[in-house]
């Protein structure tokens, strides 16, 4: 019988090109499955862990967030995250991470996001330490038991689950846990980008009066404006007077400004910026300091004046992956969220980062 095989696109070394392996697909492990991975998307994340900004261990396949069908059950019974009963040719998506479930933060914290040992898919796991097919830019991936995984519904476009695969689950632990969005608050959101859209969506479902999206470049915010989120799109990136942009914001917001900021830029002078936007007594959630991109300057006057709780978030759990999923329905009825996608062959992952990078397309995924 000939072996089958997987292929996969690694990070053998930093700054330099990605390579297509191949790789011998093993059999489902005890509690496990492979999963054929017909989406992976890509994320910024991606861009920073090519270039060697998270302490990683290479080669590895990289992939953090993935959709695809069941092939193989490994040994034992098999449940989704909601309970319900797993087989082959189920559609799902998985989170990226496995807490270890006994260091401080997981035992005693109640935050398994912050777990000290995290194991994630197409991030930590080295090609070396097996298997070999441990992320999701890949043909085939191996899931280990302990992962979340959850049955997308029926009906529901990948290419739509995969627009906000990752900021979906990580704005759901944001805005479900750090500072939720309450009914009929004004809520500008810093950053056009899919955490930034996913974030905007998040609050229209939630029932936000009025959300402002200030980002850009300009082709990102009509993106944005033609899946139908946010209600006001303000292009700061292209802006030849950035203050008069954040004066439109704050007179968009009924001249106070917003009750809730959110910054998903990952840009760090947006934070010195967006604490200008709410206010006062409101609050100002970061989400997109994921990466250190360096320090900068902020007016600590504007967080006493202004009386800001001011609350970072950082990635999420399975948990959130749930919650994710549990809104697709609502989320595509709403939002052409598949209209934020653009398809990428495996084999054109050199474009996808270079589109990723150069912000000409808003969700890069490719697909096997």
């Known amino acids: 019988m000939t072996p089958r095989t997987g292929r996969a696109v690694v990070l053998e070394e930093f700054n330099a090109p990605l390579k297509l392996r191949e790789f011998a697909l093993p059999p489902a492990p005890d509690g496990g499955m492979i999963v054929a991975c017909g989406y992976g998307g890509v994320c910024g994340t991606d861009l920073h862990l090519r270039q060697g900004h998270l302490d990683i261990p290479v080669p590895l396949v990289l992939g953090h967030e993935g959709l695809g069908v069941i092939e193989e059950l490994g040994a034992g019974t098999h449940r989704d995250a909601t309970g319900a009963p797993l087989a082959a040719g189920d559609t799902v998506m ?58 997308v519904p029926d009906g529901i476009d990948p290419l739509a689950a995969m627009s906000l695969a990752c900021a979906g689950p990580t704005v759901a632990h944001a805005l479900y846990e750090r500072r939720p969005v309450r009914l009929g608050e004004s809520v500008v959101v810093q950053g056009s980008g899919p955490v930034g859209l996913a974030a905007a969506a998040f609050a229209q479902l939630a029932g936000a009066a009025r959300v402002i999206v200030v980002g850009g470049p300009a082709g990102r915010l009509d993106l944005a404006a033609a899946a139908g989120i946010g209600d006001v799109h303000l292009d700061i990136a292209d802006a030849d007077d950035p203050e008069e942009i954040l004066r439109e914001v704050r007179t968009a917001t009924g001249g106070d400004g917003a009750d809730l900021v959110i910054e998903c830029a990952g840009v760090p002078a947006a934070v010195g910026q967006g604490l200008t936007l709410a206010r006062r007594g409101g609050s100002y959630l970061i989400i997109g300091q994921y990466t250190d991109a360096g320090d900068t300057l902020i007016n600590p006057h504007q967080i006493v004046h202004r009386q800001l709780d001011v609350v970072g978030s950082w990635a999420f759990t399975g948990a959130h992956l749930v919650e994710y999923v549990r809104l697709l329905p609502a989320l595509t009825t709403r939002f052409d969220l598949a209209s934020l996608v653009t398809r990428f062959p495996l084999e054109q992952h050199t474009e996808a980062l270079g589109a990723v990078a150069e912000g000409s397309v808003m969700k890069a995924v490719l697909t096997s």
């Open 94 to 151: 998985w989170a990226s991470s496995i807490a270890c479930g006994v260091c401080p933060p997981c035992r005693l914290h109640r935050e398994p996001t912050l777990c000290e040992q995290r194991r994630t898919y197409g991030v930590n796991r080295a090609v070396d330490s097996g298997p070999e097919l441990s992320g999701a830019w890949a043909d085939h991936i191996v899931l280990q038991p302990g992962t979340a995984v959850i049955k």
